[in-house]
């Protein structure tokens, strides 16, 4: 992307730039310090699609934010291969597990396994990030955050196997 800067005789600067996707976007600052934005959908056009008129407060806010001051997207590279380790599975805890009864920091469910129990579905009631004092029962549904063999030894508990 390359900026096309234009004195503007009496009047400022034009700062100028053609978008990837071929749109141009022009912002005039004045010597007063206003700015002006315009948008084109066509950079060959005349006229703007759209303009707006915007204080200098407006335009520094404006600019911290399209720099990320306050959000930082996810890089998707990254996101990729994170996605591709950590899964999020639901299981459920079936008749004759281990874990039946016991709270999930009883049965040391983080210890045995390396997964996490993130969320719970107990017949109607649902409860995001359960404390470890929880109790659970037979037919609760885990829905657990982990790697492959973290939630394969989960799995197992739930139906009654051993995660050792």
């Given at each position: 992307?390359?900026?096309?800067?234009?004195?503007?005789?009496?009047?400022?600067?034009?700062?100028?730039?053609?978008?990837?996707?071929?749109?141009?976007?022009?912002?005039?600052?004045?010597?007063?310090?206003?700015r002006e934005m315009y948008f084109f959908e066509d950079p060959d056009q005349d006229?703007?699609?759209?303009?707006?008129?915007?204080?200098?407060?407006?335009?520094?806010?404006?600019?911290?934010?399209?720099?990320?001051?306050?959000?930082?997207?996810?890089?998707?590279?990254?996101?990729?291969?994170?996605?591709?380790?950590?899964?999020?599975?639901?299981?459920?805890?079936?008749?004759?597990?281990?874990?039946?009864?016991?709270?999930?920091?009883?049965?040391?469910?983080?210890?045995?396994?390396?997964?996490?129990?993130?969320?719970?579905?107990?017949?109607?009631?649902?409860?995001?990030?359960?404390?470890?004092?929880?109790?659970?029962?037979?037919?609760?549904?885990?829905?657990?955050?982990?790697?492959?063999?973290?939630?394969?030894?989960?799995?197992?508990?739930?139906?009654?196997?051993?995660?050792?």
């Amino acid at each position: 992307m390359q900026f096309k800067t234009t004195e503007l005789p009496g009047i400022g600067k034009k700062l100028s730039f053609v978008t990837a996707e071929g749109n141009m976007v022009v912002l005039v600052v004045h010597h007063s310090g206003k700015r002006e934005m315009y948008f084109f959908e066509d950079p060959d056009q005349d006229e703007a699609d759209f303009s707006i008129s915007l204080t200098s407060d407006e335009t520094r806010e404006l600019g911290a934010q399209l720099l990320g001051a306050i959000y930082q997207p996810v890089d998707m590279d990254k996101m990729k291969i994170f996605k591709k380790q950590i899964i999020i599975e639901w299981i459920e805890v079936k008749k004759g597990s281990s874990l039946i009864g016991k709270s999930i920091g009883e049965s040391k469910i983080r210890t045995k396994t390396g997964a996490s129990i993130i969320g719970i579905v107990k017949g109607e009631d649902n409860i995001a990030v359960p404390d470890v004092d929880v109790k659970l029962h037979e037919a609760d549904v885990l829905m657990v955050c982990g790697k492959q063999a973290q939630i394969e030894k989960l799995t197992k508990l739930c139906g009654g196997g051993n995660a050792a």
